[in-house]
């Protein structure tokens, strides 16, 4: 046929084809609104004067200082902050050292592990939160028991059980960003660490996680925003002195329109933006 | 013994030494303490019973399971927990045939358009897919309350002399649902479009396949494993999620995740709220099956 000459010009999609991209970037735009026109509104009345929300009287800051002088959300905040600290630590131990594992060794029931490793990433939030509910108060007797022996504190809902519920689903989420970038690691780069007289341990601490180090990050920022935005799970694994923010947000939506919750609102958003930035600097350097 | 040296020395995929076993502990006893042992209690409390006082009694029965299905009454068929199930399916299920519809097309405008406004679309979607799912669904509320930002919005421009309730409404939870889902379903759609062959649609363009043809024949199959992923991503948790639906329901038509949320932190009926809980576990083990089979056919 003549259209294989090789003075053809590039391919051009048929008009049909091209009103179909057209058609797709006017609705992607619509998309945009729909996503973005709701808040967007949450930001601009969180500068509104009037606490009837609806009506603009002006522009002010007060919901912002309110918010600051807020004592019990501040502690919920402090709180989250806590727990998703010490969870994005453990998820990062645990999810550095399982992509590793599930990497560089075969050994029976592998592929077992590697499956069980994805429940807790799919498995709906409400049936991990009752499980481990049950879990924590079948053992709140017997280790309370065991801990009398050697200390005074004991165990019971609280910032353990809520870390390690968050831990639970979000080490995962690290395992798999780190395991992305094994995929395309060069099998000689500890070879060749071994080969110049490194232990195995030394191999895996000096070259391969420096080497990891790019997709660790982006799994920490993604299980430290998992943790902190975490609703149901830790609603049924907290105890009173544990309470996140989600759970005293959550507490003031249901109660009705509150122009302290579009100033937190605003605040969360900002966090979002400034987490995706520094999410695409680190994909980049992935790269 | 030269043997076992070359082996030893293949760089990658060896049996785990002393250090290797010392790194997998960790991850295996986490995995079997809080996914395994907790999964297996809940099976166990759901053929318990409970006493008067909500304590769980360790005695083996059908009776929680039977109290979902069967109407204890009639004898029949169907209660008010099947229905709430199926309703939970019904809006988990349209919430994603909804984003499906409303996703696609974006994600094909994303993954085709070229490399430097493709990463600012996706940045956008990030945007909104990272942000608090209360933030998102707060600004619903804001907007359909009685007192929110539509209503008044129409009685100022006199279209309706009265608010009318359009928040805590079967229709208000759906559209949270989607608003909240549609990020989670672009996403999975875009990375699979973004690697779709573009030689490929042209070859079917070559050989005479109209835009349509082309479509369904070429670029729904390439791009169904993305598709299905979606679909998952929003169907799964949808039917689960009760934080959404709470807020934007206000618990007048419950979901299934909040009669469990309320078996366990209100009524303490646990074995029967695990019962509700495995058959949630029974039905999302089904739809995995399902689309896992359908994913090979295809």
């Not at chain 1, 003075?7 to 051009?12: C, G, I, K, Y």
Request: charged share 10%; proline share 6%.
């Amino acid at each position: 046929m003549s259209s294989a000459a090789p003075a053809r010009p590039r391919f051009r999609l048929p008009s049909g084809m091209r009103l179909v991209n057209g058609l797709c970037g006017g609705w992607t735009a619509l998309i945009f609104v729909f996503l973005y026109v709701p808040i967007l509104l949450l930001v601009v009345y969180s500068f509104n004067a009037s606490d009837l929300a609806v009506v603009w009287t002006g522009f002010t800051f007060d919901w912002y200082t309110k918010l600051w002088h807020n004592g019990p959300l501040i502690d919920a905040l402090e709180n989250s902050l806590i727990i998703a600290s010490i969870t994005t630590l453990l998820s990062v131990l645990l999810g550095t050292s399982g992509a590793w594992l599930l990497h560089r060794y075969r050994f029976p029931m592998l592929k077992t592990l590697t499956t069980l490793v994805f429940v807790p990433m799919v498995i709906p939030e409400v049936i991990m939160g009752v499980s481990l509910m049950i879990l924590f108060s079948v053992l709140e007797n017997p280790l309370n028991n065991l801990l009398a022996h050697f200390t005074d504190s004991e165990f019971g809902p609280g910032f353990v059980t809520v870390i390690v519920a968050h831990t639970t689903f979000c080490f995962p989420f690290v395992l798999v960003a780190v395991q992305a970038r094994l995929a395309d690691v060069d099998p000689f780069l500890e070879e060749a660490a071994l080969d110049l007289g490194a232990t195995p341990s030394k191999a895996f601490l000096l070259v391969m996680v420096p080497f990891l180090l790019p997709a660790i990050v982006s799994g920490a920022l993604l299980a430290f925003t998992l943790s902190m935005d975490e609703y149901i799970v830790t609603l049924f694994t907290t105890g009173p002195e544990s309470q996140t923010l989600p759970l005293k947000v959550f507490g003031m939506a249901r109660k009705g329109l509150d122009p302290s919750l579009n100033a937190i609102s605003t605040v969360f958003i900002l966090a979002t933006v400034i987490l995706v930035v520094l999410a695409e600097m680190v994909r980049k350097i992935n790269r | 013994m030269i043997l076992n040296e070359t082996i030893e020395t293949t760089p990658q995929q060896r049996r785990p030494g002393i250090f290797g076993w010392l790194l997998m502990t960790p991850m295996i006893l986490w995995l079997v303490a809080f996914v395994v042992v907790p999964t297996a209690i809940l099976l166990v409390y759901s053929f318990c019973q409970r006493d008067e006082l909500g304590q769980v009694v360790y005695h083996f029965s059908w009776e929680n399971y039977r109290r979902i299905f069967i109407d204890s009454d009639t004898g029949h068929f169907g209660t008010v927990y099947w229905t709430i199930t199926l309703r939970s399916v019904i809006y988990a299920a349209f919430t994603t045939g909804v984003c499906l519809l409303l996703g696609y097309p974006v994600a094909w405008f994303i993954g085709r358009a070229p490399e430097r406004r493709r990463n600012l679309l996706l940045t956008l979607v990030m945007i909104p897919f990272w942000t608090s799912f209360l933030v998102r669904t707060y600004a619903w509320i804001t907007i359909l309350s009685t007192d929110g930002l539509l209503n008044s919005f129409l009685q100022y421009t006199h279209l309706i002399s009265e608010p009318f309730e359009m928040l805590y409404t079967p229709g208000a939870v759906v559209l949270g649902l989607i608003y909240n889902y549609l990020p989670f379903f672009i996403l999975p759609v875009y990375g699979s479009i973004e690697k779709l062959d573009g030689s490929l649609i042209e070859a079917s363009f070559d050989l005479g396949a109209g835009p349509l043809r082309t479509f369904q024949r070429v670029i729904l199959p390439l791009t169904w494993p993305g598709i299905v992923a979606g679909i998952l991503i929003v169907f799964i948790p949808a039917i689960g999620m009760f934080g959404i639906t709470q807020l934007m329901g206000g618990g007048i038509k419950p979901t299934i995740g909040e009669v469990i949320q309320n078996q366990f932190l209100q009524a303490r009926d646990w074995p029967f709220g695990a019962a509700l809980g495995m058959t949630l576990v029974i039905l999302f083990a089904a739809v995995y099956w399902f689309t896992a089979r359908r994913q090979q056919t295809v």
